[in-house]
T-cell receptor
Framework: GESVGLHLPTLSVQEGDNSIINCAYSNSASDYFIWYKQESGKGPQFIIDIRSNMDKRQGQRVTVLLNKTVKHLSLQIAATQPGDSAVYFCAEIPYGGATNKLIFGTGTLLAVQP | DAGVIQSPRHEVTEMGQEVTLRCKPI?????LFWYRQTMMRGLELLIYFNNNVPIDDSGMPEDRFSAKMPNASFSTLKIQPSEPRDSAVYFC????????????FGSGTRLTVV
């Protein structure tokens, strides 16, 4: 029979607008989070990370916000460009990093309209 | 730095054949991870090594899958016998063992079992 794949949430934005991609995590013991960008045909590429003792971290055009109370992570991309079109994954390391296991979320497809 | 190097980039094989995927981690990285990505299940951790020793293989789907890391610069993931449901993109990633730093992914091997 026909297989049913994951239906990635899709965020469509206009070039130049700001993008906000959200992620919910499940393990309250996780203390390290990473956002990855995956372009078609490539492996996930590190964007920015944040530890659980922080609630905000900024990089170049990107900001990650962490709300531990509701176990929510967001990635903000300023002045979105066509090159930002990709699938974005949040990932967490549970149990304080002792296990080294990086667990990925489902992913969000960002489509930038010119 | 050439990054994490995976080979082959693409592999097409017939059901029942043995498949071997290869990975060269970044020099100096002492943790290595094998992930599988499918539309159905997203990015799944199969197994990881610390200092060439397998630490957690709970993600390996079944006994047909095996992984080795004979030295710090090389790892293999073998599927024997292969089945059509093994078709996926297989990623290798590496990281340094100290601290909580981002993982670096290879470009992946796209496996198609017909």
């Amino acid at each position: 029979g026909e297989s049913v794949g994951l239906h990635l949430p899709t965020l469509s934005v206009q070039e130049g607008d700001n993008s906000i991609i959200n992620c919910a995590y499940s393990n309250s013991a996780s203390d390290y989070f990473i956002w990855y960008k995956q372009e078609s045909g490539k492996g996930p590429q590190f964007i920015i990370d944040i530890r659980s003792n922080m609630d905000k971290r900024q990089g170049q055009r990107v900001t990650v916000l962490l709300n531990k109370t509701v176990k929510h992570l967001s990635l903000q991309i300023a002045a979105t460009q066509p090159g930002d079109s990709a699938v974005y994954f949040c990932a967490e390391i549970p149990y304080g990093g002792a296990t080294n296991k990086l667990i990925f979320g489902t992913g969000t497809l960002l489509a930038v309209q010119p | 730095d050439a990054g994490v190097i995976q080979s082959p980039r693409h592999e097409v094989t017939e059901m029942g054949q043995e498949v071997t995927l290869r990975c060269k981690p970044i020099s100096g990285h002492n943790s290595l991870f094998w992930y599988r990505q499918t539309m159905m299940r997203g990015l799944e951790l199969l197994i990881y090594f610390n200092n060439n020793v397998p630490i957690d293989d709970s993600g390996m789907p079944e006994d047909r899958f095996s992984a080795k890391m004979p030295n710090a610069s090389f790892s293999t993931l073998k599927i024997q016998p292969s089945e059509p449901r093994d078709s996926a993109v297989y990623f290798c990633a590496s990281r340094t063992g100290t601290g909580l730093y981002g993982y670096t992914f290879g470009s992946g091997t796209r496996l198609t079992v017909v």
